[in-house]
């Protein structure tokens, strides 16, 4: 195994009023981790102590193997961050603005135009990154922020609540362009989110934080183990009811699960239960839409926990 | 028979439009500071920023050295044997521009990161808060510093080209610029702080004047009428209260310039030298403690 972007050993942040973190003990791999937990859990606050902003209470934590008391330059250097919050002037265009935060972060300026001209051509800004960025879209700032965070070739970004505003569409475009920074272009990331739905389909691993404890770590497959039940749709005249009678007379257990059939095949089933959906539905004369596995949704974390 | 294939490979390139990554040179903790206190102080006159923003900062300093160059202009034409307008008073003359210049554009400097929330992507790279903070505000002093030396430059090329005595014009510009240098270092505190606690750019436009020029008035008002009543000390006591009677008491000490307070006693006029840099030195480590409590938020 990879060593781990991020180890934190009993981190503890105490606001006195609130207990912000409480005793966290995280080892992050490289690749796309989700950081999930209602808003107050503690991730913003896990964030800044991680960039060296915000001392921790107790406990440590390392950065890219950095030490965070000894090296929060050197980790800020290597590091990306892009911001819950409005953080773009509305004055300055979003070319301009890399351009000095690339600078800022390092780079030369030479550097810094190219590197700049580059991640926006990736985070898909086009003509518009020469305009003044107040006239932006909220799904075009979120890319400028985006490129600001990647500008200087980071090893690990910490994107907090990307996606925050976005309309679905726009959502869609922000986790595909977190994929493709943490798959194609080899830099780790952080991203944190309220929604567990959409990590789930971005994420390597997850990280569920309650509260500033940890609540549950581990990769998104083992989360979302296949749980052996196949989902089937069929179209037609009481389609549901006559396809399910077929099937429990075949000796396939069904349930109805809204407008599906939620199969559960007996391990020692003799035949493919596939082909016997499939030769069902064309005995039946009925419409066979879609034959898939059901996975575990993040969501039932919690309600195991 | 086909041609066979090209050995060499077509010379036509296809871009790759991967992601590249960046293994090129990268600088650490005093250049950065330097880019940034260079592209601060570019901002602080509009440059980098839109056409508009470059109006009132150029529209100020020509304003400023108007005086200076109407000055030079009567010196050639009329043969004048010395300056009408000493170097040491330009600072003075013209404080109600120059407190305008400070007022506007400080917060071009330290409001503008803090409203839009900029602060937040300096701050995650690799410049401290202290260090953030301090190249803003020599950004701050140095646009101020060209703001008080370009006429003060002006008269000294003029007179010298008037062929006034070098010497003695060289001596007396020489001590403006240290007053001015004085001077800058107090306005830059006083605007950089005032900048850094007000979001509103509007608000800490108004506060800065207020502090710097209505500060003077009443400092001026005090002097005035301790003067009359023969109660100097007083008078000179109050003058350690604005930036700008400070100046004037530094001024009278070190020049043959008078304000309106006579030349006081010695102690005093070290008072004015050391209360001008002890508030420049306060007012720094006051912005340097602001910014370090924004980076723990």
């Known amino acids: 195994m990879q060593p781990g972007v991020i180890q934190t050993a009993g981190l503890t942040k105490d606001y006195g009023a609130v207990l912000a973190l409480d005793d966290l003990t995280i080892d992050i791999a490289p690749g796309i981790t989700g950081l999930v937990g209602a808003n107050g859990a503690g991730k913003s606050t896990l964030i800044k102590i991680l960039l060296g902003l915000v001392a921790p209470t107790s406990g440590t934590a390392s950065v890219l193997g950095l030490d965070l008391a000894a090296d929060a330059p050197a980790i800020r250097a290597r590091v990306g961050y892009l911001p819950e919050h409005d953080c773009l002037p509305p004055d300055v265009s979003a070319s301009d603005f890399v351009v000095h935060l690339g ?203 | 028979m086909p041609e066979p294939m090209p050995e060499t490979p077509p010379t036509g390139v296809i871009h790759d439009l991967g992601y590249r990554p960046y293994d090129g040179p990268r600088q650490t903790g005093r250049h950065i500071a330097l880019a940034l206190f260079v592209s601060g102080f570019r901002n602080a006159f509009g440059l980098g920023r839109s056409n508009k923003s470059k109006v009132l900062p150029f529209l100020l300093l020509v304003i400023n050295l108007l005086p200076a160059v109407i000055i030079v202009g009567a010196m050639t034409l009329f043969n004048l044997n010395e300056l009408p307008l000493a170097y040491a008073r330009y600072a003075s003359a013209t404080q109600i521009l120059l407190s305008i210049f400070v ?104 506060s800065t004047i207020v502090v710097l020029l209505l500060g003077n008035g009443v400092v001026t008002a005090v002097q005035g009428i301790a003067r009359d009543q023969g109660e100097l000390r007083v008078g000179e006591v109050a003058g350690l209260f604005s930036p700008y009677s400070l100046l004037r008491g530094a001024t009278t000490a ?31 480590a006051l912005l340097l403690l602001r910014y370090r409590r924004i980076a723990g938020r």
């Open chain 2, 254 to 284: 070190w020049t043959d310039e008078e304000f309106v307070l006579p030349r006081g006693s010695g102690a005093m006029s070290a008072t004015y030298f050391v209360v001008m840099v002890l508030v420049a030195i306060v007012l720094f």
């Open chain 2, 103 to 206: 007022a506007a554009q400080a917060p071009v400097l330290f409001s503008r990161d803090l409203r839009h929330g900029s602060i937040a992507l300096y701050l995650a790279r690799p410049l401290s808060s202290a260090a953030y903070a301090a190249a803003r505000w020599a950004s701050l002093l140095a646009a101020t510093l060209v703001f008080l030396l370009v006429p003060v430059i002006a008269l000294y090329v003029g007179a010298v080209l008037a062929e006034l005595d070098f010497g003695e014009q060289t001596r007396d510009a020489a001590k403006a610029v240290v007053l001015a240098g004085l001077l800058a270092l107090m306005l830059t505190g006083v605007g950089g702080l005032i900048a850094s606690i007000s979001l509103r750019r509007g608000f800490a436009i108004v």
């Open chain 1, 103 to 305: 600078m800022m972060s390092g780079l030369p300026r030479v550097a810094a135009r190219e590197r700049a001209a580059e991640v926006l051509r990736h985070v898909g800004l086009a003509e518009e990154r020469y305009r003044p960025m107040g006239g932006y879209s909220t799904g075009m700032k979120q890319r400028a922020k985006l490129a600001q965070a990647i500008v200087h070739d980071p090893r690990l970004v910490l994107l907090d609540e990307p996606t925050n505003g976005l309309d679905p569409a726009a959502r869609d475009d922000m986790l595909g362009l977190v994929q493709r920074v943490g798959h194609d272009f080899g830099i780790s990331v952080l991203v944190t989110s309220h929604l567990l739905g959409e990590l789930e389909r971005v994420s390597d691993h997850v990280v569920i934080l309650d509260s500033g404890r940890l609540l549950r770590a581990s990769e998104t497959s083992e989360f979302l183990d296949v749980t052996g039940t196949l989902l089937v749709e069929v179209l037609g005249d009481d389609a549901q009811a006559r396809m399910g009678q077929a099937l429990l007379a075949a000796g396939v257990p069904v349930q109805r699960r809204g407008g599906l059939l939620a199969l559960e095949p007996a391990p020692d089933l003799t035949v493919d239960v596939h082909d016997l959906v499939r030769d069902t539905a064309l005995e039946l004369g009925l419409g066979l839409v879609r034959i898939q596995a059901d996975h575990r949704r993040i969501e039932d974390v919690f309600a195991d926990a």
